[in-house]
């Protein structure tokens, strides 16, 4: 049976922030109106969206350190989320 404190831990974590809102999943153009996902983000994307490689994990952002280059649709999608992430209750 569970106690007020194991009620207000779940509460807790079912109130985050971003498990709400789910991470996004990176992208690139592929040919006419393809976007097929990608393994993860760029480490350029993410330097783009000023954000380090630790942080995209604690977050559950898919990092794939041996993509180069970067997709601008990918580095405001980062933005966004993290900005959301930030934001207080």
Known sequence: ?????????????????WQRHPPPWPVAPS??????????????ELADAWIN???????GLPVDAARIGAYSANVSALRAFVHLARQPN
């Open 31 to 44: 040919g006419a109106n393809r976007l097929p996902p990608l393994v993860g983000f760029s480490l350029s």
């Open 53 to 59: 490689p630790q942080f995209a994990e604690r977050l």
């Open 1 to 17: 049976m569970w106690d007020k404190h194991d009620w207000l831990q779940f509460y807790d974590i079912a109130q985050r922030r």
